[in-house]
C-alpha cells in the first residue's frame, strides 16, 4: 500500500520558520519527481514546488521563491519543504505527491499525501 505522510505544520508567527516533511511508503521515492502543494480555504489548489527525482531541477512558485526550499533525501525516502519568512498568506494545507513528471501541475502527480495544516498568524 502506497502511502505519503506528511508532517511538521502547524501554527507559526509571520515571519517564522517550518520545515515539512513527507515520508513515503509502499514506494521507491527514487523513481519519482516530488511535489508540494497547497489549499487555501475558498481557493483553488496551488503547485508551491518540485523537484526532480535526481534532486537537480527544482521548480518553486514566484510566491514564495526566495523563501522556501524544496529538497529529498531517497536513502530516507523523504522529501522536505523549508518554509522561511513566512507571511499569513502562506495559511493553507499542504500536501506532498509523487509523479512521474517534473511538473507543477497536480495532473502529472499519482500519489498524495492526507495533507498538513500550516497557520500564519500572530
Known amino acids: 500500500q502506497v502511502q505519503l505522510v506528511e508532517s511538521g505544520g502547524g501554527l507559526v508567527q509571520p515571519g517564522g520558520s517550518l520545515r515539512l516533511s513527507c515520508a513515503a511508503s509502499?514506494?521507491?521515492?527514487?523513481?519519482?519527481?516530488i511535489g508540494w502543494f497547497r489549499q487555501a480555504p475558498g481557493k483553488e489548489r496551488e503547485g508551491v514546488s518540485s523537484?526532480?527525482?535526481?534532486?537537480?531541477?527544482?521548480y518553486y512558485a514566484d510566491s514564495v521563491k526566495g523563501r522556501f526550499t524544496i529538497s529529498r533525501d531517497n536513502a530516507k525516502n523523504t522529501a522536505y519543504l523549508q518554509m522561511n519568512s513566512l507571511k499569513p498568506e502562506d495559511t493553507a494545507v499542504y500536501y506532498c505527491?509523487?509523479?512521474?513528471?517534473?511538473?507543477?501541475?497536480?495532473?502529472?502527480?499519482?500519489?498524495w499525501g492526507q495533507g498538513t495544516q500550516v497557520t500564519v498568524s500572530s
Open positions: 523537484i526532480s527525482t535526481s534532486g537537480g531541477p527544482v
Open positions: 509502499g514506494l521507491t521515492l527514487d523513481y519519482y519527481a
Open positions: 505527491a509523487a509523479g512521474s513528471t517534473l511538473s507543477i501541475s497536480g495532473d502529472h502527480y499519482s500519489y
